[in-house]
């Protein structure tokens, strides 16, 4: 088993009015030289958890920190327009933070970040700033998934 001790997130960086599959994605990234999708797993906007790379398996994901990481991407990341936006649904919410609380369950320790969170420290403050990012993925605060109260299970009533 590989020594895991980070938890990427990621956006496919896709528009949120468009259908984007895990089969799209994996295409996509064979387009892009990969040896299939980059990603260990995938979150659909309807919530669906897609496996896309076995865990035993480096991902392709973040330069420089793949060998002891586990990805995960969720579908969106652009508004209707193209902008860069935290587009997660209910339904990717409540997914994510079950995976994350599982994954830090079975890799104790594992540092959570962003993508953007991996970006160099331009000025050598200690601290990936805005402006410093290479790209905004994923538009939110990925550490705080942890913190936040769980949303409200989108599969129950009431």
């Not at 980059?38 to 991902?59: A, E, S, V």
């Amino acid at each position: 088993m590989r020594f895991i001790n980070l938890i990427v997130i990621h956006c496919s960086a896709t528009r949120c009015d468009r259908s984007y599959t895990e089969h799209d994605l994996t295409t996509d990234h064979l387009r892009r030289g990969f040896s299939g999708a980059g990603y260990h797993y995938y979150i659909r906007r309807n919530g669906d958890i897609k496996t896309l790379r076995p865990m035993t398996q480096p991902g392709a994901h973040v330069r420089g920190h793949n060998a002891h990481s586990l990805g995960i991407c969720y579908e969106g990341g652009l508004d209707a327009h193209g902008h860069p936006a935290d587009t997660r649904t209910d339904f990717q919410k409540h997914s994510l933070r079950v995976l994350v609380m599982l994954l830090l369950r079975d890799y104790p320790g594992s540092r959570l970040c962003g993508h953007r969170d991996l970006s160099p420290d331009l000025n050598g403050n200690g601290e990936i700033e805005p402006e410093e990012w290479i790209k905004e993925c994923p538009c939110f605060d990925a550490a705080a998934i942890v913190r936040e109260a769980a949303p409200p299970n989108p599969g129950c009533a009431g």
